[in-house]
Each structure stands twice: as structure tokens, then as C-alpha cells.
């Protein structure tokens, strides 16, 4: 296959702005280690083994609100996974702060992911090829450990939306901690939300696709499909190894719509429905005139099954078209997805997403405001901090720019970030209430002294995500004040300043160091 190769020659003072991005790096880390401090303060209230988030927490007279809901929850994991993330980055420029730190954060998760059995609960599920028993998460806490109701007002009380989310965090634990535990759990969610694709075919045999907002909706929305994308890439390349053997079963429907079972290497499955969902939310989702996407495709709310006892089997609903606003965590999952995908396929489809999602997100959600003379680029906010979820939603987003900036294929990520930088330090350093900020980062607090554990949580993963982002800016510039002899030779460096090839000519696409050049491959 013809390869394509484009060098960008860095015309920028390398030694000072290496220096700021390495200053810059350290203080992200440094704020979102205060925030998360702030928020584990604030908004959790028990004891190790019994402890719950608080929905709404006053950050003048400390008074909380009662639990909140998983994934709320979900969020301060993140957060965790993300600071972790970032001291790893960070730790061979900072040894210091990854030697304090880093088995603190460690434990805190463990804690906060032991403490998700209080969500979870059990139930049989009559889906549209199985009929099998799970272990999932509820929407609300229960009092007791693995007592969740999973099951009220005809399975509306467990979403896959939540599942994606938890899916996606178990996975980075797993990754950051080697802890097996985590993989294990975020393997049996992915399955399970694998269960809820609508494997029906059309008159034409092709599957409708898409995977229902939960096991009690029929509608299909872009937050419970685009969120386990990136995920079940993940859980590619982790069970992708030469051991790995056709070990799990499939459930689906064959070309006439009967029943089938295949035994299936998890690697090869988790990969082929990434491509599938990405393709199916793409199509039915994608808004051609904006380029980003819209929410869900409605549907009856009925649910329909055919036969019946041990033959149950979940039926297909038609969808209407689609519907609902634009938020930027819908986009987001999908650019993250394309990235992903991009990085296992090398497809020209997947590195054109990138380009155009970076492009017309940037267009379509960040809007110019000018606050003491200087232009910020303001993202989606709520009126208040007890309405609305867009601090979290635009975190979603943000997380999706660094891992879009690495590929080099879009300036619009690095000036997303930029943007994203600006408006949290402005923030920090003119709203900060005992390390907490408004959900209105350019024009403060108002007349409200609530704010959400939820909203903290987004604030603490964005900075930390934005030092992961610098840091690998000064790496890759200081890369390129390596010594002569170092950099004239055919090694290839990753941006953050890893000799990974002899040889360009063996390099995957992606964006790297050689000859003192920025070096774009695409294949």
C-alpha cells in the first residue's frame, strides 16, 4: 500500500517553550490533584467500606445532598484514573510527585471502585439472541452491597450508557494498576453491553444495529453507542496476544433471522463491533450540515418480545428520526473512537473523521468571549450547577482532543486544548472556593455557593488529561534539542521522546520526531 509521508519543519524557540510546557505540565497536575482533594473532601461522605458521593455539596457551609447516582459516581474514578494517568506521564521528570503520590490515588480508587457494588445488582435479561444472567449496575445506590434494584419500572433502572462509562474506567484502572480485577469486571460489561446491540435483519439481511439507551428503551442513542468504542479497541489490543484462543461465545441472529452461536476469539469480536457501532452511529447520527452528532433516534417506548419461556427473545422496534440537541460528549466519544480505530486500522476513513470531528466541533461548540480585553473560547455551560451535565459532557470532548492532537492530523485539537487550558486557569486563579470552580469558568459563581461532586470530578480529569498533553509538547520539543548525531540518525521518536523505529519505513501512521522534524505518517 502507498504510504504517504509529510514533514513539518518546528520553527518554534525550542528551549523556552519546552521549558513553559514541562512548568506547565507540573501545574496542571499540581491543580488537579488540589481539586480532587477538594472533592473527596467535600462530596464523599462514610467510611472505606461504605462510602457514597453526594449529589450537591455547598462549598461554604459543607452541607451535602444524599447519594448520587453511579454515574456521577463514575465520574471521581475518572478523575483518579486521570491524575494517575498523568503522574505516570510525568514521572520520570518528577519522580518526586509520582513517589508521593501515586499509591495514594492508587488506594482512593480501589476504595471508590470497591465501593460500586453498592450499585450493582443481578438479574435474567430475554435479549434479541440470548437469555442470560448478569451482574450490572443500577442507576440509583442501594444500602446494601450487590442488592441494586437493576430491574424497576420494566428494566429502566440500568442503562448501557452507565455500563460504557464504568467499562471505560475499569480499563484504565487495569492499565494504570495491573490489577486483573478491573479487566475482568470491564470485560463483563463490555459483554454485556455487546448483548444489547439489535442484531434483527432487515428484508435486505443486514443487522438494524445500534444499542438501545438500555434494556428497558427501545431508542438508540449516540451516549449508548459511541462511549464503547474506544473501550472495546482497547480490549483488542489487551486480548489480542499470540495465546489467545476462540473462547467466547456469540450470540446473534444468521441471515434468516434464527438464532446462532459462534465461538469467537475476544479480540477479533471486540474489534469488529468497534468498526460496526462506529459505522452504525455515523450513519444514523452523524448531522451532514454540522458535522457533529445529534443525540438519539427515538422509538416506541413498548417493549415487544417474540415467543415465549425459555424461547423469549427481545424483538426489533423501529426507530424514528433523529432527534435531541447536539452535546459535545457525543461527538467526543466518536473522535476518540475514530482515534482509536485510526491507530488499529490504519484506514483513511478513520484519520478523515479525526481531521473533520476536530474541525467542526471547534466551530460548533466553542464560542468567543471577550472577558478583561482578552478573547477565551467559551465551551457549553449550564445556567446553574444543579441543572444540566455540560461540564462533564465538555470533559469528554477535551479528553478526546489529546488523544486526536497525538495523531497530528488536526491543528484544531491543539487550539481546543489551548482553549480548554485558558478558560480552567482563569477559573482557578479568579473563582478558586477552596479548590473547587464554578461550572462557569469565564464568569464565575453568581449568587450560588452549590456546586456537584460531578462537575468537581470533570475539572480535576481535565487538568490532569492537560498535563498528560503538555508534557508530551515539551518532550517532543526537547526531542528536537537532542544531540546532533542523535537526531541525524534513522531512529523515529513518539512525541513523547520514545525511540520506537530504526526505520521510518516501518512506522504506522501516527505523528513523530525524526531528523529534528516533525514526521507525519500515513498509510
Known sequence: MKKIIALFLLTLGINASSFAQSEMAVQNLKRAMLILDATMERSFRGTDTNMYMADVCDTESDEVSGPSDVWPYTAAIEAHCSVLKALKTLKDAEPELYTTHFDKYAKQLDVLIDNLTYYRGSYKLFSYASSRSWSVYAVPRASERNKANVTGDNLKYNVYDDQMW?????????????????????THLTDYVLDGWDCW???????????????????????????????LVWLHHIYATPEEKANCNYYYRDKDNELATALVKRSDLYLDFAKKIYAWQKKNLLNEDTGVYWDMLGADGTLKYVDSGLKKRRAHVDNGPHVGNAFTYNTGTMLAGAVELLKATNSTEYSNDVKDLATKSFQNFARPKRVSGKTYYQWPTDDNALQGFNAWFDNVLMRAYVDADVTGLSTESNRSLESFQANLDYAFEHFNRHNMLPINLLSGWGDSSKTKGFHQASFAAEYAMLAVWQHRKAQAASVLKADYHQLMDDKAYTMDGRAVSNSVDTLPSGLYIWKGQKLLVKR
Open 201 to 231: 435483519r432487515d428484508s435486505n439481511g443486514e443487522e438494524y444495529g445500534g444499542i438501545t439507551w438500555g434494556p428497558g428503551y427501545n431508542s438508540k442513542h449516540a451516549c449508548s453507542n459511541g462511549p464503547i468504542i474506544q473501550p
Open 166 to 186: 464504568i467499562a471505560r474506567e475499569l480499563i484504565r484502572a487495569y492499565l494504570l494498576t495491573g490489577k486483573e480485577s478491573y479487566l475482568e469486571e470491564a
